[in-house]
């Protein structure tokens, strides 16, 4: 069936590094994509999101960037930051307005 | 950003018991609202569909009857897990959609449910 992966469970940095998160998705059809960030025990956050028709979108030290190729997304964080410690998920837009999630792949930054 | 509610932040119960959880939109109109329910280390999976003054529409194998959802007005929501049992203690999560944004969608800050 559709679904929206991710390619790394687990991703480990040093602070000040920059950090790249990736997902696949499989519905070529999808126009709409975004990024949550969640801390533990709350909900989603929002960071950044983009639509099919960009490549990249740039916000405050984070850029999405989209391959529609090769159905592939990715989230860079700059010179990340211990507060950006969390698990970070993708999701896709399918009609009606319902979110399809990734899997998350869980940052944790080294001081 | 747009912001939602959610009440209680946590609950427990015995087995047996129903459980409401509500689902408010604080500084806008939602017609629609998302349940997801999150197990641990998982993903969010995405129960039901909440319609403002129409029935809810629910993923597949989500059980309607045991997961009963209402959305009454333009702010809220609620789902009840009906006779809850061990196994329905997860984290849910409900989310609202901005009609005044784009697609997206505010999260709530989720409701930890223990059923004992």
């Known amino acids: 069936g559709e679904s929206v992966g991710l390619h790394l469970p687990t991703l480990s940095v040093q602070e000040g590094d920059n950090s790249i998160i990736n997902c696949a998705y499989s519905n070529s059809a999808s126009d709409y994509f975004i990024w949550y960030k969640q801390e533990s025990g709350k909900g989603p956050q929002f960071i950044i999101d983009i639509r099919s028709n960009m490549d990249k979108r740039q916000g405050q030290r984070v850029t999405v960037l989209l391959n529609k190729t090769v159905k592939h997304l990715s989230l860079q964080i700059a010179a990340t930051q211990p507060g950006d410690s969390a698990v970070y998920f993708c999701?896709?837009?399918?009609?009606?307005?319902?979110?399809?999630f990734g899997q998350g792949t869980e940052l944790s930054v080294k001081p | 950003g747009a912001v939602v509610s959610q009440h209680p932040s946590r609950v427990i119960c015995k087995s047996g018991t129903s459980v409401k959880i509500e689902c408010r939109s604080l500084?806008?109109?939602?017609?629609?609202m998302f349940w997801y329910r999150q197990f641990p280390k998982q993903s969010l999976m995405l129960m039901a569909t909440s319609n403002e003054g129409s029935k809810a529409t629910y993923e597949q194998g989500v059980e309607k009857d045991k997961f009963l959802i209402n959305h009454a007005s333009l702010t809220l929501s609620t789902l009840t897990v009906t006779s809850a049992h061990p196994e329905d203690s997860s984290f849910y999560i409900c989310?609202?959609?901005?009609?005044?944004?784009?697609?997206?969608?505010?999260f709530g800050p989720g409701t930890r449910l223990l059923v004992l």
């Open positions: 989310s609202a959609r901005d009609p005044r944004g784009k697609e997206t969608q505010y």
């Open positions: 500084d806008f109109q939602a017609t629609t």
């Open positions: 999701a896709e837009n399918h009609q009606g307005g319902k979110l399809i």
